[in-house]
């Protein structure tokens, strides 16, 4: 059987290692963590490997998976080519979604197959995402066999592979963040904006949590453009122009995201067709206006 060692093992690292692990894939080798103490917590919860605490210490694997964080990688690539682990026969994938496979050139110039896998998912129980990661989408980039050989991998324990053009994964990665960080943040924006109403947090949530589950549904039921409604939706500029004036006089970080977003929905309403053509160019108008007297 192959086998694979993990360098850096946190929420990510510890999921895969452990589904790699119960699927029977590959047998796990060594995991080495910046302090012992986490080596060896991670090895529990894989229940497998062995821990380690140097790169000098790793044995030959056929597949070295590192799941650092983004600012070790380039660093974990040099340490794995100094222990001379590396040839035509090994594989070395990191799992960070902003950064490319091409942060692990010294790995590819030492003869292994380099690749990037991108589980999109949020890990924030190890535990938990264990028993929920089937079916999760995983972006994938890097030399083909390796490629190849990450997608077999990653389709025995449950993901779902898709390609992504390595010239702008930051952007894809950013892309994650707007949806999924992001959202987050924009909804802590809205629920200022109802307390500023009155409205107490805890009613706002409850509140929201029926319109927001309804929206998402809908976007991925019809698509964004179909799913786009209120006032921008309708090319109302009125109802625009006051809710502008209003966020600027309560809250101006609240008025740029309103402003930012709203040049997004004018796009969706154009391609809904819904407003009118003098409505939405009112409407634009007013966003650019706002715009460019802001900055």
Not at 34 to 42: P, V
Not at 86 to 113: K, N, W
Not at 232 to 249: E, F, P, S, T, W
Request: charged share 20%; net charge neutral.
């Amino acid at each position: 059987m192959k086998s694979f060692s993990i360098i850096g093992c946190g929420a990510v690292g510890k999921t895969v290692g452990r589904l790699l692990q119960q699927a029977g894939v590959m047998q796990v080798k060594e995991i080495l963590t910046r302090s012992a103490a986490s080596a060896q917590a991670a090895t529990d919860f894989i229940g497998a490997g062995r821990p380690v605490a140097d790169f000098q210490e790793l044995s030959r694997a056929d597949l070295y998976l590192v799941a650092s964080p983004d600012d070790a990688i380039a660093a974990c690539a040099r340490g794995l080519c100094r222990a001379g682990l590396l040839d035509q026969h090994t594989t070395v994938c990191h799992l960070s979604g902003s950064l490319g496979s091409e942060i692990l050139e010294p790995a590819r110039a030492m003869g292994a197959q380099v690749a990037s896998v991108h589980p999109v998912k949020s890990f924030a129980d190890p535990a938990v995402c264990v028993g929920d990661f089937a079916g999760t989408w995983c972006g994938i980039e890097g030399d083909p066999q390796a490629r190849e050989l990450l997608a077999e991998l990653f389709g025995a324990i449950g993901g779902r592979i898709f390609p992504i053009d390595p010239r702008f994964k930051t952007v894809y990665h950013a892309g994650s963040v707007l949806v999924c960080n992001y959202l987050t943040a924009l909804m802590e924006a809205g629920l200022r904006a109802f307390q500023k109403g009155g409205v107490p947090r805890e009613t706002a949530l409850q509140v929201m949590e029926p319109l927001v589950r309804g929206t998402v549904d809908n976007v991925f039921r019809a698509g964004t453009a179909r799913a786009l409604t209120g006032p921008i939706a309708r090319g109302d500029a009125g109802v625009v122009a006051r809710q502008l004036g209003a966020l600027d006089g309560f809250d101006s970080q609240l008025a740029l995201i309103y402003r930012a977003l709203g040049s997004v929905a004018a796009e969706l309403s154009r391609e809904r067709g819904q407003a009118s053509p003098s409505g939405l160019a009112a409407i634009e108008e007013l966003l650019a206006t706002k715009k460019a007297g802001a900055s």
